[in-house]
């Protein structure tokens, strides 16, 4: 990718301009979230400077003015994931409650001691605890995908998984922790073949590949919006219309109502019944306009720097003895994850820190990954669309003199 290119993204983000220890920041903490472009920090300020009202409500001008930028903001997220209507865009405060929701609304209503819910031994706990929270709820039973050494999912047992008993299917589009790009498609097809339906954990993928749920065919896609250089306490739950027609609603309160009385209440309609109490009006705001920044870049250029950054960064990291990467699924981005023997990723994050470099250590939320791998945690460096050579030189000389450090 241009050079010239990047360095003109990075002016857009004025958190990568500051300094720590005397050194300019190096964030490659972009899975845990990402940085804001200006123009997304001020389309929330402006909000609330000139247009805040409530939404749906008021006959008052301003009302009207914030109910039109709330809803225009559902209009970009539709288009950004080509979904068919403005009304499958749910907004919820991110992935997580994206998940419950459906747990709760789609799964309590319908599933029945012995039913099957399919995940993956690389979910985020976000994709586990609420399907387990279900089970306990209704004896319906979890199903595991298992992992392979490269970081890539059974298909063959996930096959042999799905059967009569099979109620649902929630699958990570990419691991956060790995970088794996999962072949959901087939995945879908499949689960389709015997009338299951889908959902997608979309956030790890949403800012680093082209999402089209038609395409995909997918059931629901859960995402978060500051993974996506959008603000934090804003996601996106993408469901079929007739799908969530069907449900009921997850949470009671204003705005998912049509009437109330204490004999009967009767729920609004989609995408409202989803959207008890008053939304993150703000957040959506800056959401729809960080959906604004990332088409006027380009999925495509994207896509095209961050395999340019993987590429380069893994051939530097592959020569570093004792340094095992985990996980190299033939489809991949944006992720690193390594352990170094005798190296506690922990004191690694710690020195990389004091050189300004930010980077997770842990267990990134997938525990049973961990376990898989048979580590307690790992150094995970993820990459964003600001992110370049230079910064990846820094890093893998830091990561040498760590290790002369810490022999
Ligand atoms: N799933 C995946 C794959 C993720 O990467 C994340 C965030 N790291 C989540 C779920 C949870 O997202 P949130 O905390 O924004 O709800």
């Known amino acids: 990718t241009n050079h010239l290119l990047v360095q003109h993204w990075r002016k857009d983000f004025p958190i990568l301009h500051t300094s720590l220890y005397g050194k300019p920041l190096v964030y490659f903490d972009n899975a845990a979230t990402t940085q804001k472009p ?20 008021g006959i008052h001008t301003l009302s009207q003015q914030a109910t039109e930028v709330f809803e225009s903001a559902r209009g970009k997220l539709r288009q950004l994931i080509n979904a068919r209507h ?30 099957e819910i399919i995940i ?47 109620k649902l299917v929630a699958i990570s589009h990419v691991s956060n922790t790995l970088g794996s790009i999962n072949p959901v498609k087939t995945i879908i097809n499949y689960a389709h073949a015997k009338h299951v339906p889908v959902l997608l954990d ?13 395409d995909l065919d997918c059931d629901f896609y859960a995402f978060s919006g500051h ?39 009767t729920y609004n309609k989609l995408p409202y019944k989803f959207e008890a109490g008053t939304p993150n009006i703000a957040g959506a705001v800056g959401l729809g306009t960080a959906v604004d920044y990332l088409s006027a870049i380009g ?16 051939e530097l990291m592959t020569n570093i003895p004792e340094l095992r990467i985990i996980g190299n699924a033939r489809h991949k981005t944006g992720i690193i ?71």
């Open 86 to 115: 403005d009304h499958e865009i749910i907004f919820v405060r991110g992935t997580t409650e994206a998940i419950n929701l459906v747990a709760q609304s789609y799964g309590r209503s319908r599933f029945k001691a012995g039913d």
């Open 227 to 265: 993974k996506l250089y959008g603000p934090t306490g804003i996601g996106v739950l993408y469901g079929k219309a007739d799908l969530l027609d069907e449900m009921p609603p997850y949470q009671g309160g204003g705005d998912m109502i049509s009437s109330v009385s204490f004999e009967a209440t």
């Open 38 to 57: 200006s123009i997304v920090i001020e389309a929330e300020n402006h909000y609330y400077r000139h247009t805040n009202a409530n939404v749906h409500r």
């Open 299 to 314: 999925l495509d250029a994207i896509v095209k720097h961050e395999d340019s950054l993987l590429n380069y960064a893994s």
């Open 337 to 407: 994850s390594y352990v170094m023997a005798g190296v506690h990723p922990h004191d690694i994050g710690t020195f990389l820190d004091r050189q300004a470099i930010a980077v997770r250590t842990g267990h990134h939320c997938t525990m049973p990954l961990m376990e898989r791998f048979g580590v307690p945690a790992t150094v995970r460096i993820s990459f964003a669309l600001y992110n370049t050579k230079n910064e990846i030189d820094k890093l893998v000389s830091a990561i040498y003199q760590a290790r002369e450090l810490f022999k």
């Open 120 to 166: 993956s031994a690389m979910e985020h706990h976000s994709n586990i605890v609420p399907w387990q929270m279900l089970c306990q709820q209704t004896g319906a039973i979890l199903r595991v995908v298992p992992v392979s050494d490269a970081g890539e999912l059974d298909i063959n047992v996930y096959q042999s998984l799905l059967n009569k008993k099979t």
């Open 202 to 214: 979309g956030a790890q993928a949403i800012a680093h590949l082209p999402v089209d749920v038609q």
